[in-house]
T-cell receptor, first 115, second 114 residues
Framework: GDSVTQMEGPVTLSEEAFLTINCTYTATGYPSLFWYVQYPGEGLQLLLKATKADDKGSNKGFEATYRKETTSFHLEKGSVQVSDSAVYFCALTTRRKAAGNKLTFGGGTRVLVKP | NAGVTQTPKFQVLKTGQSMTLQCAQDMNHEYMSWYRQDPGMGLRLIHYSVGAGITDQGEVPNGYNVSRSTTEDFPLRLLSAAPSQTSVYFC?????????????FGQGTRLTVV
């Protein structure tokens, strides 16, 4: 079945540091790939997505590129802020209508940015 | 701008009790899902629905029931609560669109079974 593996946290950084969170996946066919973010006490919200190979998703200074050859979708940000402290989830979904856009998630990576 | 609304936000149950977690969305989304979030395990799919009257099991369905009589509502029923069901539960909804569309999540229900 489908699976997503992402690096375990917590990741602790200083403000303005470079952030990278690794994500690799196993899936049949050509999945869509997502990064969701969960701020403390809240639900998940979409950070960025990519739907085909070599697509780059970007939002709020974060970027991730869909690499089919390495089955990866690593998240990067060049200069983090305290407000980026959150839990980040890599996820995929298949394109089959009967699958109902159900998401397969990685285990989540907690990021803490210190001033 | 309600989006996905879950109630209650917090609940404590005794082992063996039953309860229903409510989920409602006002975006006319076809697809709705229930996930549970446990430390270090990400979110795991419990049940999902691709439209009113159509539901299916996810990865961890045992001990839970769902039904979908309207597009807006997708309640999750715990039949006989067990301590292993202590978790945070999230409801999500999305348009169809072949796997390209964003899922919108509720704020979660934190359930403790004692």
């Amino acid at each position: 079945g489908d699976s997503v593996t992402q690096m375990e946290g917590p990741v602790t950084l200083s403000e303005e540091a470079f952030l990278t969170i690794n994500c690799t996946y196993t899936a049949t066919g050509y999945p869509s790939l997502f990064w969701y973010v969960q701020y403390p006490g809240e639900g998940l919200q979409l950070l960025l997505k990519a739907t085909k190979a070599d697509d780059k998703g970007s939002n709020k200074g974060f970027e991730a590129t869909y690499r089919k050859e390495t089955t990866s979708f690593h998240l990067e940000k060049g200069s983090v802020q305290v407000s980026d402290s959150a839990v980040y989830f890599c996820a995929l979904t298949t394109r089959r209508k009967a699958a109902g856009n159900k998401l397969t998630f990685g285990g989540g990576t907690r990021v803490l940015v210190k001033p | 701008n309600a989006g996905v609304t879950q109630t209650p936000k917090f609940q404590v149950l005794k082992t063996g009790q039953s309860m229903t977690l409510q989920c409602a969305q006002d975006m006319n989304h076809e697809y709705m899902s229930w996930y549970r979030q446990d430390p270090g395990m990400g979110l795991r799919l419990i049940h999902y629905s691709v439209g009113a009257g159509i539901t299916d099991q996810g990865e961890v369905p045992n001990g839970y029931n769902v039904s979908r009589s309207t597009t807006e509502d997708f309640p999750l029923r715990l039949l006989s609560a067990a301590p292993s069901q202590t978790s945070v539960y999230f409801c999500a909804s999305s348009y169809s669109g072949g796997g390209n569309t964003e899922a919108f999540f509720g704020q979660g229900t934190r359930l403790t079974v004692v």
